[in-house]
């Protein structure tokens, strides 16, 4: 608990130190800030959003707490984005029940399960390395419920013309599952979880831009599974508009760190760095993310416990984003 404490703390003063930069960021590039202003619609209604990918499928209903409607962020800085979805974010003014399943992940605890030949024939020699293992591992639920309470924003950049759904959310999740994936193998565990996260999606015909920052802590009922306290940064970035060869655009980036609640022991480490390849005429982009799992054997207990030292799993994701 009291490294959630920290944690919490860590997560407020990255707030606070938004604020300035934001603020300076603002004045550097806009000195009239008058485009980036938060405009507010003129009507707040419930919504349904829907997000798929193969590694995460979600469905989700905006629920307005007030009378107030869904404010319009309109700034193209990141900066301002995230200093005014904070600013509101204390006292929550939406709800937003969502439903997710990973379809991937779940297929590689079915093939380990119902096709286990099929499994072992995608191990690579004697290396340790197994094919499905690496294009799955790092998601250790087959499916969530969640509830978020907190702000919601759309946001728009100055002068777009382009239409697309694009939100913003700052503020507190509960999820919970029955089910747990270790080494591709589902595991009997009720657990719930509780963070606080900024999250962010700009969707257009020709550009997708996602980030979210999480701090938080997850609760499990199956004693064999560690209670952990976890840190986790994402950003990913598709433009269309950019050649291959942008190496600073089209890249997307993963980093979680979970430390046991009991002790701060570091028990897992993901690193993750991917590549889009837009190719002209193609109504998909292929995209390949590489990385490693670091896992030391004290991220469980009891039966399911490692023996030995800690081990590192080479991620392989070859994937496509429509």
């Known amino acids: 608990m009291r490294l959630f404490l920290r944690l919490s703390l ?5 707030s606070l130190w938004l604020l300035p930069a934001a603020a300076g960021a603002e004045e550097a590039q806009q ?12 009507e707040s209604k419930a919504e349904l959003v829907f997000e798929a990918d193969p590694y995460y499928t979600a469905i989700g209903y ?37 439903a997710s399943v990973y379809p991937l992940p779940s297929l590689g605890t079915y093939i380990k399960t119902h096709q286990p030949g099929l499994y072992r024939d995608a191990e690579i020699g004697n290396s340790g390395i197994n ?16 509830a978020f309470f907190g702000n919601v924003a759309r946001l728009k950049r100055p002068k777009e013309k382009r239409k697309g759904e694009n939100y913003g959310y700052t503020g507190y999740l509960f999820s919970a599952g029955n089910k747990h ?13 509780f963070e606080w996260k900024i999250k962010g999606r700009l969707d257009y015909d020709n550009e997708k831009l996602s980030w979210s920052f999480r701090g938080g802590a997850r609760f499990n009922e199956n004693p064999d599974v560690n209670d952990v306290a976890y840190v986790s940064l994402h950003r990913s970035n598709l433009d269309l508009r950019y050649a291959f060869l942008e190496w600073l655009e089209n890249a997307n980036y993963d980093l979680r760190m979970h430390f046991l609640q009991n002790g701060g022991q570091m028990v897992r480490l993901e ?3 991917g590549r889009k390849i837009p190719i002209q005429g193609w109504k998909f ?3 390949l993310d590489i990385g490693f799992v670091w896992r030391s054997p004290n991220e469980y207990s009891g039966m399911l416990k490692d023996t030995g030292n800690s081990t590192t799993t080479l991620v392989f994701r070859p994937s496509f984003e429509f």
């Open 10 to 14: 860590i997560a407020c003063l990255f």
């Open 131 to 146: 094919l499905f293992e690496s294009a799955t591992i790092g998601f250790q639920e087959p499916w969530a419920v969640s």
């Open 31 to 42: 000195k009239a800030a008058l485009e980036e202003e938060v405009q507010e619609d003129a």
């Open 181 to 193: 994936i270790k080494d591709n193998t589902l595991i009997a565990d009720d657990w719930y979880e």
């Open 285 to 287: 982009v292929p995209t």
């Open 271 to 273: 690193l993750i760095a």
């Open 62 to 98: 905006n629920v307005p707490l007030t009378q107030r409607p869904i404010p319009t962020i309109n700034s193209d800085s990141e900066a301002v984005i995230y200093r005014e979805l904070i600013k509101d974010s204390l006292i929550p003014r939406f709800m937003v029940l969502e």
